[in-house]
């Protein structure tokens, strides 16, 4: 395979699944979470292993 047939795959690939995700869940715009959070209010969600138990 030369390097032109790999990359024309590659990017016919990649857009075959931005396609499929798309159909699967279309993007709502008032369920995403915000980009930046910073000073939102908006609890933390999830873990950081560098912070002490209470």
Do not use: E, H, I
């Amino acid at each position: 395979m030369t390097r032109r047939s790999t990359a024309t795959l590659m990017a016919l690939g990649v857009a075959g699944l931005l396609a499929f995700d798309l159909a699967a869940s279309p993007p709502n715009p008032y369920r995403a979470p915000p980009a930046f959070a910073f000073g939102s209010g908006l609890a933390a969600a999830g873990g950081f292993c560098g912070a002490l138990p209470d």
